[in-house]
């Protein structure tokens, strides 16, 4: 079955750029009929979608964080990422990548483990 | 954005009770409602895609219900493994959004 996991750095300055990698395993990211997308959560609070990708890079973004965010898909490696720029310590949550299905009508079934980043100097 | 609600915001429970959640979405959504559960330190599960889709895999002691801006999560008999936070989620419109969940501990 498909796994995601997440990968980059777990501590980023204010200021500097936030780049996470996403590598799907157990089938091909262009496979099927999915988007791929990035929520976050802060400590104790609650889910935020960040933005989708599809495999011919056609992207979808939240416009609280469009000015920042960018979203790439590399179909070679398997993999999509996230890059948000201009972080401060308000960006510090655990990133999740998800695969949206279509055929679940925009929900998401499969989800990366998470990843903690900390924005701090 | 289409804001969501959950009632309540959290809820005691025993093994074997019924447990009903609400999302309340801010407009229309159709049926374009998934619902989640998430346990402490990891990723959140689908449970429910299109209002009242039962997620392959997932117990069918959960069920949906709903359309358009009113939606029930029921877990008909509480197990053990089921206390934890739940989401509902919309997928009608960009940007997508959850509610702020509800959290079903031990009574």
């Known amino acids: 079955q498909v796994q995601l996991q997440e990968s980059g750095p777990g501590l980023v300055k204010p200021s500097q750029t936030l780049s996470l990698t996403c590598t799907v395993s157990?089938?091909?990211?262009?496979?099927?009929?999915?988007?791929w997308s990035w929520i976050r959560q802060p400590a104790g609070k609650g889910l935020e979608w960040i933005g989708r990708?599809?495999?011919?890079?056609?992207?979808n973004y939240n416009p609280s964080l469009k000015s920042r965010v960018t979203l790439s898909v590399d179909t070679s490696r398997n993999q999509f990422s996230l890059k948000l720029d201009s972080v401060t310590a308000a960006d510090t949550a655990v990133f999740y990548c998800?695969?949206?299905?279509?055929?679940?009508?925009?929900?998401?079934?499969?989800w990366g483990q998470g990843t903690v980043v900390t924005v701090s100097s | 954005d289409i804001q969501m609600t959950q009632s309540p915001s959290s809820v005691s429970a025993s093994v074997g009770d019924r447990v009903t959640i609400t999302c309340q979405a801010s407009?229309?959504?159709?049926?374009?409602l998934a619902w989640y559960q998430q346990k402490p330190g990891k990723a959140p599960k689908l449970l429910i895609h299109?209002?009242?889709n039962l997620q392959s895999g997932v117990p069918s002691r959960f069920s949906g219900i709903g359309s358009g801006t009113d939606f029930t999560l029921t877990i008909s008999s509480l197990q053990p493994e089921d206390f934890a936070t739940y989401y509902c989620?919309?997928?009608?419109?960009?940007?997508?959004?959850f509610g702020p969940g509800t959290k079903v501990d031990i009574k």
């Open positions: 407009q229309g959504l159709s049926t374009w």
């Open positions: 157990g089938g091909s990211i262009s496979s099927g009929s999915y988007f």
């Open positions: 989620q919309q997928s009608h419109s960009f940007p997508f959004t």
């Open positions: 998800a695969r949206e299905a279509v055929v679940a009508g925009g929900a998401f079934d499969v």
């Open positions: 990708i599809f495999t011919s890079g056609d992207a």
């Open positions: 299109g209002a009242y």
